[in-house]
T-cell receptor, first 115, second 115 residues
């Protein structure tokens, strides 16, 4: 079974600085999707960014970007110019492309933004 | 477009009572997922459906839990009888199996408290 590992239970960053959240995964498949979700205190799960494994170009969404290293099975999230509203729990997720449509989530990283 | 709709938003009940959580997925999505989130265990997948058929229910804690999806626009998660350890936030999510990539869209969750 696929596993997703987030090795940093907690991270903190100074406002306006940059922070990188790590995520690694285990798979034998060559094509799959990866996602980062944000869960603020309101507990909504919000999609932040997505990456298709067959694309070499790293996905970017405004201040959020990923460093996708397929050979290393690594999918880190970089948040630039951190804002107070970025404080949340961040979950990395893996989705298979073949039958099943199942998602696998990491255990999450709690990000604190220091004013 | 309406997102995933869950009801109730909060539920407080006494142990032993039957609890029914409801979910309306996004129209056109053919996969539906039920998750449980606690501080101790994080986000756990309980069960998921493809085209209204349960695919994997290995995450269902025990026989007290049951889930149904009678049609493409409605699903329930039932706990009978409920116990204090069932207290958690329960999320429903839906996803489309077509299109690349297709993330999961989450409802706002039901916060369940069993006294």
């Amino acid at each position: 079974a696929q596993t997703v590992t987030q090795s940093q239970p907690e991270m903190s960053v100074q406002e306006a600085e940059t922070v990188t959240l790590s995520c690694t995964y285990d798979t034998s498949e060559s094509d799959y999707y990866l996602f980062w979700y944000k869960q603020p205190p309101s507990r909504q799960m919000i999609l932040v960014i997505r990456q298709e494994a067959y694309k070499q170009q790293n996905a970017t969404e405004n201040r959020f970007s990923v460093n996708f290293q397929k050979a290393a099975k690594s999918f880190s999230l970089k948040i630039s110019d951190s804002q107070l509203g970025d404080a949340a729990m961040y979950f990395c997720a893996y989705r298979r492309t073949n039958t099943g449509n199942q998602f696998y989530f990491g255990t999450g990283t709690s990000l604190t933004v220091i004013p | 477009d309406a997102g995933v709709i869950q009801s109730p938003r909060h539920e407080v009940t006494e142990m032993g009572q039957e609890v029914t959580l409801r979910c309306k997925p996004i129209s056109g999505h053919n996969s539906l997922f039920w998750y449980r989130q606690t501080m101790m265990r994080g986000l756990e997948l309980l069960i998921y459906f493809n085209n209204n058929v349960p695919i994997d229910d290995s995450g269902m804690p025990e026989d007290r839990f049951s889930a149904k999806m009678p049609n493409a626009s409605f699903s329930t998660l039932k706990i009978q009888p409920s116990e204090p350890r069932d207290s958690a936030v329960y999320f429903c999510a839906s996803s489309s199996g077509t299109g690349r990539p297709s993330p999961q869209h989450f409802g706002d969750g039901t916060r369940l408290s069993i006294l």
